[in-house]
Antibody, heavy 121, light 106 residues
Framework: EEQLVESGGGLVQPGGSLRLACAAS????????MNWVRQAPGKGLEWIAYISGDGSTRDYGDSVKGRFSISRDDAKNSLSLEMNSLRVEDTAVYYC??????????????WGQGTKVTVSS | SNELTQPPSVSVSPGQTATVACSGE??????VCWYQQKAGQSPTLVIY???KRPSGIPERFSGSNSGSSATLTIRETHIMDEADYYCQIYDSGKWVFGGGTKLTVL
């Protein structure tokens, strides 16, 4: 079964840091494009970070650029999100997501169960 | 602007057809995906490339895209289809989601 399992969420104070991890299983992972998407309480989905299959290209949403960093370790089938200078508005459930290649177009075809991050004093 | 606009809510009776719209300046020129998110669950891809269904998604789900609006259509709506639905495009190196539509089946 293709699966993504996030971990590392928790309570952190404003200005603090947190590192999220995502373990992939049931599919190749190496060479797969990956993303992080978050969802604030009662709100919609927000894409925040992308990493290419070989790790050479990374993109970020404007709200996290310069504070968050996405990385991958293909040997461990894992994806990470380093979050620094956290703000109250970063409070959300964070999803690890595979970007599947459907030929002419990609789509987010595998989602993890999410890990909750709360930024509060 | 690459913003996507969806109605906050749509209601439909069981067995009827539900339509969820997604509008935006870039919609007509980009492929649109749709995701279903049931209460307390992670999102699931239901439509990609405007109208294609991943394996396992019922034929009742269909999509279209023209002009500046894309539409998700659910025929013969079931109680189990009650969920939030999000449209999505890829534009200028960024993935963009619509604000989401809560589909109520009653």
């Amino acid at each position: 079964e293709e699966q993504l399992v996030e971990s590392g969420g928790g309570l952190v104070q404003p200005g603090g840091s947190l590192r999220l991890a995502c373990a992939a299983s049931g599919f190749s992972f190496s060479g797969d494009e990956m993303n992080w998407v978050r969802q604030a309480p009662g709100k919609g989905l927000e894409w925040i970070a992308y990493i290419s299959g070989d790790g050479s290209t990374r993109d970020y949403g404007d709200s996290v650029k310069g504070r968050f960093s996405i990385s991958r370790d293909d040997a461990k089938n894992s994806l990470s999100l380093e979050m620094n200078s956290l703000r109250v508005e970063d409070t959300a459930v964070y999803y690890c997501v595979r970007e599947g290649d459907f030929g002419d177009h990609d789509a987010f075809d595998i989602w993890g169960q999410g890990t909750k991050v709360t930024v509060s004093s | 602007s690459n913003e996507l606009t969806q109605p906050p809510s749509v209601s439909v009776s069981p067995g009827q057809t539900a339509t969820v719209a997604c509008s935006g300046e870039k919609v007509g020129s980009k492929y649109v995906c749709w995701y279903q998110q049931k209460a307390g669950q992670s999102p699931t891809l239901v439509i990609y490339q405007d109208f294609k269904r991943p394996s396992g998604i019922p034929e009742r789900f269909s999509g279209s895209n023209s002009g500046s609006s894309a539409t998700l259509t659910i025929r013969e709506t079931h109680i189990m289809d009650e969920a939030d639905y999000y449209c999505q495009i890829y534009d200028s190196g960024k993935w963009v989601f619509g604000g989401g539509t809560k589909l109520t089946v009653l």
